[in-house]
């Protein structure tokens, strides 16, 4: 019911920047809360941060990246962004984007997700 598209990863040297982006559509995707996250080889796939969709002000980031990583959105462009700074080489993972009824951390409350884009930070 939803189609989501990440853009916007790439190569940066840690200390650096990045603004991730999630372009949302379909017939009811104004119901959708969002969140970000992200996965390495042989690892689990982990939280990083989730919004509330238009009009709720929930917010909720993993301790991880709190105080580097900002979540918001653009309703008129019907996208959500992950805005990552002070970028560390632990940050280095296939980001996600995922809709689901309520931003929480739990990837099992998400039912639609898209291809992911690569973030790969230099030491």
């Known amino acids: 019911q939803v189609q989501l598209v990440e853009s916007g990863g790439g190569l940066v040297q840690a200390g650096g920047s990045l603004r991730l982006s999630c372009a949302a559509s379909g017939r009811a995707f104004s119901t959708y809360a969002m969140g970000w996250f992200r996965q390495t080889p042989g690892k689990d796939r982990e939280f990083v941060a989730a919004?509330?969709?238009?009009?709720?002000?929930?917010?909720n980031y993993a301790d991880s990246v709190k105080g580097r990583f900002t979540i918001f959105r653009d309703n008129g462009k019907n996208t959500v962004y992950l805005q990552m700074n002070s970028l560390k080489s632990e940050d280095t993972a296939v980001y996600y984007c995922?809709?689901?009824?309520?931003?929480?951390?739990?990837?099992?409350?998400?039912?639609?997700w898209g291809q992911g884009t690569q973030v790969t930070v230099s030491s």
């Open positions: 995922a809709a689901g009824p309520q931003p929480l951390a739990l990837t099992t409350s998400y039912a639609y």
């Open positions: 919004i509330g969709w238009w009009g709720d002000g929930t917010l």
